[in-house]
C-alpha cells in the first residue's frame, strides 16, 4: 500500500515558492503548523532560495551565514530584500534582508563560487546503520506524546531516522551522549531543482544541531526545564545534494558557556562524501529543578 501524501512536505515546498513582489524583492508565507516564533530553518531556507533565484544557475553555493535578530510573528508574511553584493563569472555574493514591517527579523549572507578541479579531502562519515533498517521518528515518539508535544506537534515534511537514541529516550534511560546522527530525506517528491534540494537541507541544518548540547549533560527537551534560541547558524556546501535520497546529519557540540552553546555538523551521502558543514550558535538556559 502506498504512503499516505505528507501535507507537511507540500506546506514546506509552498513556502519556499516565494513570490516575486518587485525587482529582488520576494514574499514569503509560512505552513499552518508554526512555533510561537518562526522557525529558523524555515527563514534560511526562504532566504537561501530568495538569494538563488537571482544568481546565474551556473554557478553553485558556497557558503550561507545568517543573523537572527528579532523572532518572527508567523501570523504575518516575510519581506525578503536582496541585495546584489557582487557578480562574476565565476563568482556572486548576495545579502537578504528578511523584514516584517519596519522590523528587520534575519540578515543572511550567501556566497556563490564555481571553483573548477581542485585538492579534495574530507572528513570521514562514522560508522552507522543503514536507515531503512532504523525507526520512523514518528515511532520514536510514541510514548512520550505529553513530554516533546511541541515535537510531536510540529510540521514533520523531512523523515528522520536517529541512529542514536533520541534526547528524550536517552533522559528516560539516563544515558548521556555528546553527539547525534540522524539520517533525513525529504518524504515527498522533490522536483529537479538543485535549489530547493539544497534549501531542505539548509531548512534540516536548524534540526537536531544543538541537541548534543543537552545530551552530553544527559538533559532533554521536554523533562528539563530549558530554554533554546539560535542566535547565528552558518553552512559551508562542499558537493552538490540530493534530498531526494538519504543524507546522515553528524553533530556534536564542542563548547557551551555563558548561557551560550554551540553545535557543529557535517551531512553526509550514503557513499560518505562530506556534502555540507554546519555550525550554530545557540542561547541556552538550563534551569536545573530541586530533585537533580
Do not use: C
Not at 178 to 193: C, F, I, Q, T, Y
Amino acid at each position: 500500500m502506498p504512503a499516505e501524501p505528507n501535507t507537511d512536505f507540500d506546506e514546506l515546498l509552498a513556502v519556499l515558492d516565494l513570490k516575486a513582489s518587485d525587482d529582488d524583492v520576494f514574499v514569503g508565507s509560512h505552513p499552518s503548523k508554526t512555533p510561537l516564533r518562526t522557525f529558523g530553518g524555515q527563514l534560511m531556507a526562504q532566504s537561501f532560495v530568495a538569494a538563488s533565484r537571482t544568481v546565474a544557475e551556473h554557478l553553485p553555493p558556497g557558503a550561507l551565514s545568517v543573523h537572527f535578530i528579532n523572532g518572527g510573528d508567523p501570523a504575518r508574511d516575510i519581506e525578503f530584500r536582496v541585495h546584489r553584493l557582487r557578480d562574476e563569472r565565476r563568482f556572486a555574493n548576495r545579502r537578504v534582508d528578511a523584514l516584517q514591517g519596519d522590523t528587520l527579523v534575519a540578515t543572511a549572507m550567501v556566497s556563490y563560487l564555481s571553483g573548477g578541479r581542485g585538492l579534495e579531502h574530507g572528513v570521514e562519515a562514522p560508522a552507522v546503520a543503514d536507515p531503512e533498517t532504523l525507526p520512523r521518528v514518528r515511532e520514536v515518539l510514541k510514548g512520550y506524546e505529553e513530554v516533546v508535544p511541541s515535537f510531536v506537534n510540529a510540521p514533520h515534511p523531512i523523515e528522520w531516522r536517529y541512529d542514536n537514541d533520541p534526547a528524550w529516550v536517552m533522559r528516560d534511560k539516563g544515558e548521556r551522549l555528546a553527539h547525534n546522527r540522524v539520517w533525513m530525506k525529504a518524504d515527498g517528491v522533490l522536483p529537479e531543482d538543485s535549489v530547493l534540494h539544497t534549501a531542505l537541507m539548509v531548512y534540516s541544518s536548524d534540526t537536531t544541531v544543538l541537541d548534543s548540547i543537552i545530551t552530553t549533560h544527559g538533559l532533554s527537551w521536554g523533562f528539563d526545564r530549558i530554554f533554546a534560541a539560535s542566535a547565528n547558524h552558518t553552512l559551508w556546501f562542499h558537493r552538490p545534494v540530493r534530498f531526494d535520497d538519504w543524507v546522515l546529519y553528524s553533530t556534536s557540540s564542542p563548547v557551551a558557556a555563558d548561557s551560550r552553546g554551540l553545535g557543529t555538523g557535517h551531512f553526509f551521502d550514503r557513499s560518505g562524501q562530506l556534502l555540507a558543514t554546519v555550525t550554530q550558535e545557540g542561547v541556552l538556559k538550563y534551569f536545573p529543578s530541586a530533585n537533580r
